[in-house]
């Protein structure tokens, strides 16, 4: 299974951007697909995830209220609508998915070693 992210790009603060994700290759039995993000000389942090079967998503705190996490279950595929963008939002960002299905929490669901797949990232610069 592999991951194609794309979208990313340069935005002025209080602008939008949209990334998108999908799988393809072998037949991906995942049920869930993430987005995490890393600024240069910081970790790997959680960003949104969202649950295929049901749609439940799950957001940091600094982005709850500004990017919405998206699936299109038929296509293994999702976005990530980021709107209000800030310059901390400044990183490259990366998909995630899970190989198999997992009972995941929501305290668990945010941790990178829960999945199994991820993309290649793609930047994203908000500067004026």
């Known amino acids: 299974v592999q991951l194609q992210a794309c979208g990313g790009g340069l935005e002025q603060p209080g602008g939008s951007l949209r990334l998108s994700c999908a799988a393809s290759?072998?037949?991906?039995?995942?049920?869930?697909m993430g987005w995490f993000r890393q600024a240069p000389g910081k970790e790997r942090e959680f960003v949104a995830a969202?649950?295929?079967?049901?749609?439940?998503?799950y957001y940091a705190d600094s982005v709850k209220g500004r990017f919405t996490i998206s699936r299109d279950y038929a296509k293994n595929a999702e976005f990530l609508q980021m709107n209000s963008l800030k310059p901390e939002d400044t990183a490259v960002y990366y998909c995630?998915?899970?190989?198999?299905?997992?009972?995941?929490?929501?305290?668990?669901?945010?941790?990178?070693?829960?999945?199994?797949?991820w993309g290649q990232g793609t930047q994203v610069t908000v500067s004026s």
């Open positions: 969202i649950k295929l079967l049901g749609g439940s998503t």
């Open positions: 995630a998915a899970t190989a198999r299905p997992k009972p995941l929490l929501p305290i668990t669901i945010r941790q990178t070693r829960q999945y199994d797949y």
């Open positions: 290759g072998r037949s991906f039995s995942g049920d869930v």
